[in-house]
């Protein structure tokens, strides 16, 4: 023991290697604890450090809780200890932002090897428009006053009858509060207690087209999901281009300008190509379908702007119509003079919408937050 | 035995489970085995129909100690996860003492205190899985409960104690085995999340659905089996399925083919009984279209 001699000079005590990794695992957007960072000492210390295989799976199990968090995992785990583990298959179905098509309109080209995430993503960064746009620096004099205006929306969830009844003056007899009240009285007779089913408040979805076609609008739509999502109601918040991203967790901040700034870092695809089919079918694969949208009200914000196929648009609105309890769209261009729902991407989607109202205007996002209440 | 130290490494842990017919490759239990050992809770994610919950059933099954199941759905609390008075049985009680004392000298404390008597108790799955320790205690698809009855559990499993004010405090003699399921219709707290550990649980491979198939269908022949499952591998591959098979829909599929006594998968089986494997309409579809190609290849 050479006692006082610190970590750094010992490159190869085992617990500075493992805590180093921890640390870098935290780097990479891990959120590690120090709490997270004990149990995986210990639980390495269980398996042995001289079963690397058993260390891979003890950390992967104490430092990741997401499937988003394994694939980062992995990448770190190899950078860290320089080796590729046999048997990790490159994850295509879970991360949280899901590659779906390359922007080359130039045809079909590479469209049938990409299958590997690696190609996926080397190809998407070579010709996918990932811009990181700076919402922190927009035109100063209106940002502000628009925000004071956001400030000023009170969005109310919409309610759904709850599984539980509450006392209440009027409904079915509550027997087994009206015998607590008679035990009470020695098993006098009381007075009869009634009770009926609460109400709770309905999950409420917002899908935000950020594509180019929207840009004008993406930072305002963004700033009403945000006034949403940090009410603490059940709000989820994805945003739609040539990915889906989920960004309820960078909108749940208070402050809305650091709220965005978050936002920014998280979307890839600020003002991109649309795929809007593609899109929602990503959102009721990997969330929609599995409870997400199940009896929720999903309030999709985008002017309908379409590359695809429109049939296949058709297709994933049936589907999210027949999961969600009520479907809203949100279209910027409704709201003016001379608009005509013609888009293609509109037609096909028309017949599965409940209500189509505008989204231009701050009197608009007033009508709209009335809309989802009463859904 | 102290179910910690039932398995001396994850190797025997997974040997174990195979006697019980659950296959777990080395990834899951490895982690399993350290769940075991560190008396943590396991979190385990993944598609519906890839084993979680049959984990649970299997380790139980392992280790020889009874499951105790906790199904969790909307509105859950307490009085369903925890315990319960039985209030029937105490008015009725009260008749009796009243019918009985014809004397009114009768200590009234004395009565009260046998209302609220453990034969009044209703136990439910978390107060009984403290009680039976050492128990398996398996948390299913708890990403359906509310969020108040996440923080609840927390608490629970942070503790391994609960206090009843009419009786006390029950505490686990040794730390019940917790399998938490879920699958992702929402994120789970932070704080519950550290507590377990966590594994993500995939479609098995090519070979390791066979060895499934053929521990869990013994019945069934080789090449029937072989040939549905590389078939529903196929499908989950190359087919963009709303809700691709998973293993419990591979082996309804094969026993449902065994049943019907075809050697083989041909089209006109295949056809026929695909509603046991595919349940969407458009899926349905989809596959029909493929499963000329599938099978001759």
């Known amino acids: 023991m050479t006692g006082a001699a610190p970590v750094a000079l010992r490159p190869h005590a085992p617990d500075a290697v493992l805590l180093g990794f921890a640390r870098a695992l935290r780097a990479a957007g891990v959120a590690v604890t120090a709490d997270r960072e004990r149990t995986y000492l210990e639980a390495a210390a269980e398996v042995g450090l001289l079963d690397p295989a058993g260390v891979y799976w003890a950390g992967r199990a104490t430092l990741c809780s997401s499937p988003a968090d394994l694939e980062r995992y992995d990448q770190v785990y190899a950078a860290w200890f320089g080796l590729e583990r046999a048997g990790t298959r490159p994850r295509q179905d879970q991360p949280p932002t899901v590659t779906m098509a390359s922007l080359d309109t130039d045809g079909a080209s590479g469209e049938a090897g990409g299958q590997e995430q690696d190609t996926v993503q080397a190809r998407a960064s070579a010709t996918e428009v ?246 | 035995m102290e179910p910690r130290e039932a398995f001396a490494s994850a190797g025997e842990l997974a040997q174990g489970l195979g006697r019980t017919g659950y296959l777990a490759d080395a990834s899951l239990a490895t982690v399993a085995w350290l769940a075991l050992r560190l008396q943590r809770p396991l979190l385990l994610e993944g598609e519906p129909g890839t084993g979680k919950t049959a984990l649970a059933e299997a380790v139980a099954e392992a280790l020889d100690l009874p499951l105790i199941r906790l199904q969790c759905y909307e509105g859950i609390d307490a009085t369903q996860a925890l315990y319960d008075w039985d209030f029937p049985r105490q008015i009725l009680h009260l008749r009796a003492v009243e019918a009985v004392a014809a004397d009114r000298a009768k200590d009234v404390e004395a009565v009260e205190d046998q209302l609220f008597d453990e034969r009044f108790l209703l136990a439910r799955p978390v107060l009984r899985a403290l009680r039976e320790a050492p128990a398996v205690l398996l948390v299913d698809e708890v990403d359906r409960a509310d969020d108040e009855f996440e923080a609840f559990l927390l608490e629970v499993l942070s503790t391994w104690q609960v206090t009843i004010p009419e009786l006390g405090t029950v505490a686990a003699a040794t730390p019940p085995v917790v399998v938490l399921t879920s699958n992702r219709t929402r994120e789970l707290h932070d704080a519950l999340k550290r507590r377990c550990l966590y594994h993500w649980i995939d479609h098995p491979g090519l070979q390791r659905e066979l060895e499934i198939v053929r521990s869990r269908a013994p019945q069934v022949s080789e090449t029937l089996a072989a040939q549905v499952v590389s078939t529903v591998q196929a499908l989950r591959r190359d087919q963009e399925l709303i809700k691709p098979p998973g293993v419990a829909e591979t082996l309804d599929w094969v026993r449902a083919l065994h049943e019907l006594g075809s050697p083989t998968l041909d089209l006109d089986t295949a056809a026929a009984t695909l509603g046991v494997a595919v349940k969407y309409r458009e899926d349905a579809e989809r596959v029909r279209s493929a499963l000329d190609r599938i099978l001759a290849s």
């Open chain 1, 130 to 375: 990932l811009r990181h746009r700076d919402i922190a620096t927009l035109g100063s004099a209106e940002r502000a006053h628009l925000a004071a205006l956001f400030a000023q929306l009170r969005p109310r969830a919409p309610r759904r009858p709850a599984h539980r009844a509450t006392p209440s003056r009027r409904g079915a007899v509550d027997a087994r509060r009206t015998l607590r009240e008679q035990l009470r009285r020695m098993g006098e007779p009381g007075p009869i207690a009634w009770r009926r089913r609460g109400t709770r408040p309905r999950r409420v979805v917002l899908l935000v087209d950020v594509s180019g076609s929207m840009s004008a609008y993406a930072d305002a739509l963004l700033r009403l999901a945000h006034t949403y999502a940090a009410t603490g109601l059940p709000v989820e918040v994805f945003t739609l281009g040539t990915r889906l991203t989920h960004v309820t967790r960078p909108l749940r901040q208070r402050d809305p300008e650091r709220a965005l700034v978050a936002c920014g870092d998280v979307v890839p695809d600020w003002s991109g190509g649309t795929r809007l089919a593609q899109g929602l079918k990503a959102f009721l694969d990997r969330w929609g379908r599995r409870g997400m949208a199940r009896g929720a009200v999903v309030v999709v914000f985008s002017d309908g702007w379409e590359r695809d196929a429109p049939e296949a648009l058709g297709e994933q609105m049936r589907r999210l119509r027949a999961l969600a309890h009520r479907v809203v769209w949100v279209n910027p261009h409704r709201g003016k003079e001379g608009y005509a729902p013609v888009q293609q991407g509109i037609v096909a989607a028309l017949p599965h919408i409940d209500d189509f109202v505008a989204g231009h205007s701050m009197a608009a996002f007033e009508e709209l937050v009335e809309v989802v209440a009463c859904a």
